[in-house]
């Protein structure tokens, strides 16, 4: 058996920098400041303590913190946590949501540049916090001996050992009443038994929880052929979409060879013959695209309808599948295949990164602290497996993204701070080759220079004899185009491809919404970028590439910049998406084709890409 300090020792320091501590709610503070002064963090660093506790309300520190709790909490702030600094303690109260309060702590141990970590539960937590528990293997209960001893009867299952939380000294107590955090009364050691009822019934909730968990699994597994009955109307909302994408160029092209309810047709009819050769019969499908466009759905949902019966209670077995056609990820930075860069890290403030981003990151700190502004690094380079482990910890796309997903894997995203420099950020970031791509995170910044360049949009090197011009553009407006391309530091292919698809190179058109010109430029769009006439043809193809330089250096992506161009900027920032509607995904769909060097007179084969969303 291990000895005391031994034990002590683990206790502190398991679980990736996190010390876990079993505490009733009226005792949360003090058993936590009481494991905290074990810790001894090292010279520059703050301990911080991470209450669970629901009925905690947050409460101001009243004493001067150290310089390194000062940072301690800006790093907590960061991550919209709610933190006061005392001392060399910082006091975090976690979000009263279990899942949520275990992304939190994933958080704030990957922000906290090697500063310790308390983490208290007081409450009635439940199952999502064990594994935090199992990584830790050492956990410290709160309260008299028999409390301590049901805890360690209660988590010996899973492999963790419980230890009793040591008696708080006196410069807890003082650092504890000085901050306000607790009373003289809380201070005082509980005579044996005293709180013993309040963690008892912590454990009694995590038992029910458990029991529960249990009954949820029996169910789970009378019902195991629901899990069967997804898995073939997923292949058949596939092979749906399968036949779309098929089909597809002959809808989009022009003439159109294939009318739209012979699109629906088809795709209805993969779905059914796949759905019936995986022993599914009866089977609805549908294409729920809201809006409609010319060129056919992009959308396409099976559903199969059915019930079981478990313990005498019918339960629903109906289950569905929706796939959509979506332009392919053209972009190392958009890349599907969750590829993650494997060149040479460097570092800065302890985060590694690419050295190009290092590079640009000094230049933009530099031109902060001119501006009297402070630049943290408070997450850098992610492997796609530290990925893996914080979206399990919290299953949101729109908190944490998948992994593959994630910019952070290819050593270009940074999470910056403090939250008193995120305006500055907004305001100068992108000086330095930086965007933002997520509005609702002011933090998260990408180093994408020239992000409109052809190489992105897999366009090859050349095209016929004109560089990066298809040799379908005609020659009287191959220079003009040439021209902007260089002085907007934007690909000719892309213009080229747009001027195509808006007016077949003719600068007279009109449409009949009211666009004009040879880039159909709306009045109020030419007003708005200096186009003063929009039927001359120079004029036009350089407002256009201006206007497209602009959303490229916003979004940071040549599908999202052409999504904003069709639908509208707004539609493209409020979900960093191309938005669901099928024009725009059309639109989006022909632009790409035609970049990578499709004839638009041909056919667009493999320009869209399959993908099951729900």
Request: hydrophobic residues 45%.
């Amino acid at each position: 058996m291990p000895s005391r300090r031994s034990r002590e020792q683990r206790g502190a320091g398991a679980g990736e920098g996190v010390a876990v501590v079993l505490a009733p709610s009226d005792r949360a503070d003090v058993a936590g400041a009481a494991v905290s002064c074990g810790l001894r963090p090292a010279r520059g660093r703050a301990t911080v303590i991470a209450l669970w506790d629901p009925s905690v309300r947050p409460t101001a520190a009243t004493v001067t913190a150290t310089a390194a709790a000062r940072r301690s909490r800006e790093r907590a702030a960061s991550c919209g946590l709610d933190a006061q600094a005392a001392g060399r303690v910082v006091r975090v109260l976690l979000p009263s949501d279990d899942a949520q309060a275990v992304a939190a702590i994933e958080r704030l141990v990957a922000v906290g540049d090697g500063d310790p970590v308390v983490v208290v539960l007081a409450g009635a937590w439940g199952a999502p916090f064990l594994p935090l528990l199992e990584r830790s293997a050492v956990v410290r209960a709160d309260g008299s001996p028999a409390t301590v001893a049901a805890c360690a009867g209660m988590l010996a299952r899973h492999g963790i050992e419980v230890v009793p939380v040591p008696v708080p000294t006196g410069p807890v107590a003082r650092m504890l009443l000085r901050c306000g955090w607790t009373g003289r009364a809380q201070v005082r050691r509980p005579a044996v038994g005293e709180d013993g009822q309040a963690l008892l019934l912590v454990l009694l909730a995590l038992l029910v929880a458990l029991i529960l968990a249990a009954a949820l699994g029996a169910v789970a597994s009378a019902m195991g052929g629901r899990e069967e009955r997804q898995r073939t109307v997923d292949l058949a909302a596939l092979a749906a979409a399968d036949r779309m994408r098929a089909d597809w160029p002959a809808r989009a092209g022009v003439p159109a060879t294939i009318s739209v309810a012979r699109f629906r047709a088809r795709a209805a009819d993969a779905a059914r013959r796949s759905a019936t050769a995986n022993g599914l019969d009866d089977v609805e499908v549908r294409f729920p695209d809201t809006t409609d466009d010319d060129a056919g759905p992009l959308t396409v949902r099976v559903r199969a309808a059915g019930s079981t019966t478990v313990a005498g209670v019918a339960l629903s077995q109906s289950v569905a599948a929706t796939a959509e056609l979506s332009p392919p990820a053209a972009s190392l930075a958009d890349a599907a295949d969750g590829a993650e860069y494997h060149g040479r890290l460097a570092r800065r403030d302890g985060k590694p990164m690419r050295p190009d981003v290092a590079s640009a990151f000094d230049r933009m700190k530099a031109a902060a602290h001119r501006d009297g502004r402070t630049l943290v690094v408070v997450s850098g380079f992610r492997s796609n497996a530290e990925q893996a482990r914080l979206f399990a910890a919290n299953p949101n796309p729109r908190m944490v993204a998948p992994p593959g997903r994630s910019n952070h894997r290819l050593g270009i995203a940074l999470d910056l701070g403090p939250s008193a420099s995120y305006g500055w950020l907004a305001a100068n970031g992108r000086r330095f080759g930086f965007t933002k791509p997520m509005s609702w995170e002011p933090w998260h910044w990408e180093y994408r220079p020239n992000p409109g360049s052809a190489l992105e949009a897999g366009a090859p090197k050349r095209v016929g004899t004109g560089g990066t011009i298809p040799p379908w553009v005609p020659a009287a407006y191959r220079d003009a185009i040439r021209g902007a391309s260089i002085r907007y530091s934007i690909s000719a292919a892309l213009l080229s491809a747009q001027l195509r698809q808006e007016s077949g190179f003719d600068p007279r058109s009109v449409s009949s919404a009211g666009a004009e010109g040879i880039a159909q430029f709306m009045p109020g769009t030419a007003a708005a970028v200096g186009l003063r006439d929009p039927f001359d043809p120079r004029a036009s193809i350089h407002a256009q590439a201006r206007l497209m330089s602009g959303l490229l250096r916003r979004f940071g992506s040549v599908q999202l910049a052409l999504a904003a161009y069709n639908a509208g900027e707004g539609a493209v920032a409020r979900c960093n998406c191309i938005p669901p509607y099928p024009e725009t995904r059309h639109y989006v769909a022909v632009i790409i084709a035609m970049m990578r060097g499709y004839d638009p007179s041909g056919g667009f084969a493999d320009a869209l890409a399959i993908r099951l969303v729900g």
